[in-house]
Every structure is written in structure tokens, then in C-alpha cells.
């Protein structure tokens, strides 16, 4: 019997029953790639006044490795095409988890502060969302939607837990011993998962030859090639709208403690409205991941996205206010939380399965340029301004742009019968 990545035929329940294990290990393994945005806010100021850094430079090594990141995800993006997940994402985790505890050990030298962030970004290539997201979609159809929010949660975790127990850590153990326990007890349970359970549709076509299915064990999925995609104008659209969303919104996680500690709310409690905003990302994958396989995707991803506009909106002045900052801290963690689940659910609609890691990993360098100026650019428009205001009105414009540009997007490709046979419109109630 030939193996299949993705059976026509499945319900979403069936899938669910089949792969909830592959599901729960690229949660934990994509939350863990998360610690570390999740982690700047904390650090900033600590980092900065021990070496007399501005916020500028110490974000500096964030956006570098994000950088990085975009030269070298394509070229990544076909290894897993070609390997497959669980043998890429293995050694990463190991690789990541010593790199981040490896930030403890780090002295008053700009130079080698860069230095560790590159090698971080290497490290990082192993364990992006490319690598969550494909061995996902690769495996789910009818509840690929969900399947995509649940693992994007991982974001929302680390969101949640990072900023509590970074601030815990840090006041312990100081902002060194922070670093290593974040790296090495993060990672070591991310890896322990990954290897009882990340086993993706590469490895069923690796079993089923081994049993003696050579013929037929193999991955062919329906999609575009590399040359269709790159000359297709609805991609460009959502890596454009993706850009300019991850730009503004990891700008705001990355300054939010010092943005809140600016509207005279104390760091303690800084870190705990993070944290909700974090427990908000939550509920918006998951209820985000529903609507996208019952309702028109464009049209649930214009809205979520548009909503962040009121989320920067309620934190100027003179909105912020106490009641309004909590009702803007769970906007911006319910719509921002969704981008990259947006992103990756279209992608697969829009490009097939065939080529979709090297795909994504294109998506995947704008999204971590995006990541990577977003923190420069709030350090500059408070070095430059003194508060964050021009950041939060950028955020605004930048929320409505992304938003136009996904509910303007045309119907997609019919994959159904295993190629490209003519564009439908997307599902509707």
C-alpha cells in the first residue's frame, strides 16, 4: 500500500486521532523557538545597564540573527523538502538549547555579542516555524486550519510563560543565569518530545519502504513548482502582508515591557500583561484555526489582521489607561498571534504541498526580516523620540495595509485531484 501524507478521503477527527502526537511535539519545539522574543523585553534593560548599551545595540544582536535568518532559510527550506523534519529539527534543538545558555557567558564586547547572535541564527534555521508548519500541513487536509493554530500556539506559550518566569529567573539567578535555564531546560524538554514524536510524512514513506513498499512509499504532494510560485502574484501578497504584520507586531513584543513600564505600570505587572497577551494568542490560533476551515480564509485573516490596528491604537495617549491598555494587551495578543498561522495556512492553499518547504522558507526569511527590523526600528523611535508613539502609529497603518492585502487576494487552486485543475474560491459559511 502506498504511503500517504495526505489521504483526500480523511475527516478532521480521523486526522487528529492519527497524528495529535506530531502535533504536540511541533507545539513544544516551535515554543521553544519562541523563548527568545519572548525573552528581549526582559533583558533589555538589564543587559543594557550593566555594559552601558543603548536599547538600540542590544536589540541589534536580535535583529542580525534575524537577518541571518532570511539569507539562509531558502536554502534550508530544501533540505526539508528533500530530508524531512524530525532529521533537521534533532540535532537543532541540541544545537539551539547550548547557543542560548551560551548568552550567560557573554562580556562587555558588542563584537562578541553580535558573534553569539549569529551563531544563534544558525542554530535557529533547524527549529523555525518552517519546520513545525511542514511537518503539519504534510499531513493534515480537512483539519489542516486547527492543526496549524494549535502548533502556532507554541508562539502564544512562550508568551505566556516566558515573561513571569524570565522575570522570576532574572531576579533569582540574574539575567546570565536566565539565559541557561532558559536554553538548556526549555530545550531539553522540547527535544524529548520531538524525539518520542515528530515523525512526518518523509518518515512514513522511510517505514513503509522498509517493510518492503519501495515501489510505492514515497511523498508526492500536489503544488506548485518553485518557478510557478515565485511568478505568482497571490504569494507575493501574502509574504508583502506577512512582512509588514511581523515588522510592527514582534516590535511591540520585543518593547511592550518597556512600553507599559512608560504608561506608569510597574515591570512586575508589565511582565503578567504580557503574559495575558500571551494566553489571548491562545484562544486567537485556535479560534482563528477553526473559522480558516469553515469560512472564507481571506476574509478571517483580513479582519484578524485589521483588528492589531486597534490594539497599537488604545496604547498612545492619551487612551492608555489602565482598563484600555488590558483591552489592548488582549487585542494584540489574539489578532498578532495569528500572523504566522495566517501566512502558513494561505501558502499551503495557495502553493500546494509539493515544494512547500522550500516555499515557506522564502516566507520564512521575509517574516524573520520582518522580526528582525521590527526590534531595531522601536529601539530607534525611542532613542530618536523618547517614547514609542511613532512605533504604535506605524503599527496602525502597518495592521491596515496587511489586512487589505489579504482580503483582496483571489480564490485559490483547486489541489483536490493532485494538481493544479483551475482556481476556486475560498470555502464561505
Known amino acids: 500500500m502506498a504511503t500517504e501524507s495526505v489521504s483526500q478521503t480523511s475527516t478532521a477527527a480521523q486526522e487528529w486521532k492519527r497524528r495529535w502526537p506530531l502535533v504536540l511535539a511541533a507545539v513544544v519545539g516551535f515554543s521553544f523557538h519562541s523563548v527568545m522574543t519572548a525573552f ?22 536580535l535583529s542580525l540573527s534575524s537577518v541571518t535568518v532570511t539569507i539562509l532559510s531558502p536554502f534550508f527550506g530544501v533540505l526539508i523538502d528533500r530530508w524531512g523534519t524530525r532529521r533537521l529539527a534533532l540535532p537543532g534543538l541540541v544545537m539551539k538549547s547550548l547557543v542560548m545558555a551560551g548568552f550567560a557567558l557573554v562580556s562587555a564586547s558588542v563584537t562578541q555579542w553580535f558573534a553569539i547572535w549569529f551563531i544563534y541564527a544558525l542554530a535557529s534555521l533547524a527549529v523555525k516555524s518552517t519546520i513545525w508548519t511542514t511537518a503539519v500541513a504534510g499531513v493534515f487536509e480537512a483539519g489542516r486550519g486547527l492543526a496549524l493554530g494549535v502548533v502556532m500556539s507554541g508562539t502564544a506559550f512562550a508568551q505566556i510563560l516566558v515573561p513571569p518566569l524570565g522575570n522570576w529567573l532574572i531576579e533569582e539567578f540574574g539575567w546570565r543565569g536566565a ?5 538548556l531546560g526549555w530545550g531539553g524538554i522540547a527535544f524529548v518530545f520531538c524525539v518520542l514524536f515528530l515523525f512526518d510524512a518523509h518518515d512514513d514513506a522511510r517505514k513503509a519502504k522498509a517493510a518492503g513498499e519501495s515501489e510505492t512509499a514515497k511523498v508526492d504532494l500536489p503544488g506548485l513548482t518553485i518557478s510557478q510560485a515565485w511568478r505568482d502574484p497571490a504569494l507575493w501578497r ?24 512608560e504608561a506608569d505600570v510597574s515591570r512586575t505587572n508589565a511582565a503578567w500583561l504580557a503574559s495575558l497577551a500571551g494566553a489571548a494568542g491562545i484562544a486567537g490560533k485556535l479560534v482563528t484555526g477553526r473559522l480558516l476551515d469553515s469560512f472564507n480564509p481571506n476574509l478571517v485573516g483580513g479582519i484578524t489582521l ?6 497599537f491604537a488604545l496604547l498612545l495617549e492619551p487612551f492608555r489607561t489602565l482598563p484600555l491598555i488590558f483591552v489592548a494587551m488582549l487585542i494584540n495578543g489574539y489578532a498578532s ?43 530607534i523611535a525611542y532613542d530618536m523620540h523618547g517614547d514609542y508613539a511613532y512605533l504604535l502609529i506605524g503599527g496602525i497603518a502597518g495592521s491596515l495595509l496587511s489586512a487589505a ?18 482556481r476556486q474560491a475560498p470555502a464561505g459559511p
Open 40 to 61: 528581549a523585553g526582559l533583558f533589555i534593560g538589564p543587559v543594557g545597564e550593566e555594559f552601558g548599551w543603548s536599547r538600540t545595540q542590544v536589540t541589534a544582536g
Open 179 to 183: 539565559f541557561a535555564w532558559m536554553g
Open 238 to 261: 501574502i509574504a508583502i502582508s506577512t512582512f509588514v504584520m511581523m515588522l510592527f507586531t514582534i516590535a511591540l513584543v520585543v518593547h511592550q515591557i518597556p512600553i507599559l513600564e
Open 306 to 311: 485589521a483588528a492589531a490596528s486597534i490594539g
Open 337 to 379: 498571534g495569528t500572523k504566522l498561522q495566517i501566512c502558513a495556512y494561505l501558502t499551503s492553499r495557495y502553493a500546494g504541498l509539493k515544494y512547500f518547504g522550500t516555499i515557506f522558507s522564502v516566507m520564512a526569511s521575509l517574516i524573520a526580516l520582518g522580526s528582525g527590523l521590527g526590534p531595531v526600528l522601536g529601539g
Open 405 to 422: 492585502m489579504i482580503l483582496t487576494l483571489g480564490p485559490y487552486p483547486d489541489w483536490s485531484e493532485g494538481k493544479e485543475s483551475g
